[in-house]
C-alpha cells in the first residue's frame, strides 16, 4: 500500500510534466537565455523543468553548443528523471509476482500438515476425522486466497503505473526535442 501511495503523489502531473510549461520556457528564452537563478527555479519545478534547465545550462556554459551537444545534455537529465519516475515499480512487480506464489507454498505446507496429522493412528485403518480434514484444508486454502488478495491490486497498480510512466516519458522526449530545435534557433 505504501508504494502505491507514494507512486500516486510521485506521478501526478504537475509535478512531472506541467501542461504549460515547455511553452512558457519557450516564450521566456525568445530573447534570451535566462540567467542561473531561473534555470534553478526551473530545474526544481518539475521533471520536464528538470530536463529544459539542462538545455539553458549547456547553452549558458557555452554559447556555441551544437544542436547534438544540447541533445545530449538534455538526454542525461532525461534519463535521471526517468530513473526517478519508475522507483519503486520494479518492486511492485516483485510483488505482484511474488505474492500468489508465497500463498501457494502456504497451502502446500499446510497440505503436507493436515495429511500428515491424518495418518492412521497405531496402524488403524480409518481413524483419521473427516471434520479437521475439511477444516485443514480450508485453511490452507486461505494462504492462496490471501496470496491472490495481495497480488491482483499489485499487478493492477504496476500496470497502471508503467503505462503512467511511459507516458510520461514519451512527452518528455517530445518536449525535450521541440526544446532543442528551440534552443539551436536562440544559438543561431
Keep these: 500500500m ?10 501526478k502531473t504537475s509535478k512531472v510534466l506541467p501542461p504549460k510549461l515547455l511553452d512558457e520556457a519557450i516564450t521566456v528564452s525568445r530573447t534570451s ?4 537563478d531561473v534555470v534553478t527555479k526551473l530545474e526544481k ?23 547534438d551537444d544540447l541533445r545530449v545534455s538534455m538526454e542525461s537529465a532525461g534519463r535521471v528523471v526517468a530513473h526517478r519516475l519508475e522507483r519503486y515499480l520494479p518492486a511492485l512487480a ?3 509476482s511474488a505474492a500468489p506464489l508465497l ?4 497451502t502446500v505446507i499446510g497440505m ?11 496402524g ?7 471434520a479437521q480434514l475439511a477444516h485443514g484444508i480450508s485453511i490452507a486454502l486461505y494462504n492462496t ?36 530545435r528551440h534552443l539551436d534557433t536562440l544559438r543561431r
Excluded at 33 to 36: S, T
Design 33 to 36: 537565455i535566462p540567467g542561473p
Design 103 to 106: 500463498g501457494l507454498l502456504g
Design 124 to 130: 488403524a485403518v480409518g481413524s483419521g476425522n473427516p
Design 2 to 11: 505504501a508504494l502505491v501511495i507514494e507512486r500516486f503523489t510521485s506521478l
Design 145 to 180: 486466497a490471501f496470496g491472490l488478495i495481495i497480488a491482483i491490486p499489485a499487478l493492477i497498480f504496476w500496470r497502471y503505473f508503467r503505462s503512467r510512466v511511459d507516458e510520461y516519458l514519451l512527452n518528455l522526449e517530445l518536449a525535450g526535442e521541440r526544446f532543442a
Design 112 to 122: 503436507i500438515e493436515i495429511f500428515g496429522s491424518q495418518s492412521p493412528a497405531n
Design 94 to 96: 516483485t510483488i505482484a
Design 45 to 67: 519545478n518539475s521533471g520536464l523543468g528538470e530536463v529544459l534547465a539542462a538545455g539553458f545550462r549547456a547553452l549558458n556554459t557555452n554559447p556555441m553548443a551544437t544542436e
